[in-house]
């Protein structure tokens, strides 16, 4: 059995993992040797376990995708399944914030900036789907 730390995750043996879409994350069973052995990556590239982007599900669904594999679903406009993995206003990384997640907006993230570039964000996203809705795009 083999737990999984930071150093130990770059000895996990990726022919072992399976990788399988599961609505909007990659579900990476790693192999009955390693503790935890499922894992849940999301389309930021960054597994929800502890290890984060350093995990090696995140390598698992990257050589996946490579072969061809299929894509998680994409969620609709304005939604996150998870948070961006960088700030898309000054593209820092991003640490997920519980108290700004929502039903409907998603996982909520703050920044260096704190929440100011979250709402700048939320705000972009309300301003182009009010656009799509006038040209009548649903969305
Ligand atoms: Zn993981
Ligand atoms: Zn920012």
Same mark, same amino acid.
């Given at each position: 059995?083999?737990?999984?730390?930071?150093?130990?995750?770059?000895?996990?043996?990726q /022919?072992?993992a399976?990788v399988?879409?599961? *609505? #909007?994350?990659y579900?990476?069973?790693?192999?009955? @040797? &390693?503790?935890?052995?499922?894992?849940?990556v999301?389309?930021?590239g960054?597994?929800?376990?502890?290890?984060?982007r350093?995990?090696p599900a995140v390598d698992a669904v990257r050589s996946y995708l490579a072969e061809?594999g /299929?894509?998680?679903?994409?969620?609709?406009? *304005? #939604?996150?399944?998870?948070?961006?993995?960088?700030? @898309? &206003?000054?593209?820092?990384?991003?640490?997920?914030?519980?108290?700004?997640?929502?039903?409907?907006?998603?996982?909520?993230?703050?920044?260096?900036?704190?929440?100011?570039?979250?709402?700048?964000?939320?705000?972009?996203?309300?301003?182009?789907?009010?656009?799509?809705?006038?040209?009548?795009?649903?969305?």
């Amino acid at each position: 059995m083999q737990t999984l730390t930071r150093s130990a995750a770059m000895t996990v043996r990726q /022919q072992l993992a399976a990788v399988r879409v599961a *609505g #909007y994350f990659y579900a990476v069973d790693l192999g009955d @040797p &390693v503790r935890p052995q499922h894992h849940r990556v999301g389309i930021n590239g960054e597994c929800t376990c502890s290890l984060g982007r350093a995990c090696p599900a995140v390598d698992a669904v990257r050589s996946y995708l490579a072969e061809g594999g /299929q894509r998680a679903e994409r969620p609709p406009f *304005g #939604y996150y399944p998870v948070r961006p993995a960088r700030c @898309p &206003v000054c593209h820092a990384n991003t640490a997920t914030a519980e108290s700004l997640s929502s039903r409907n907006r998603g996982e909520g993230w703050i920044c260096p900036s704190g929440k100011s570039h979250y709402w700048q964000h939320r705000a972009t996203i309300s301003a182009m789907r009010r656009k799509l809705v006038a040209h009548g795009k649903a969305v």
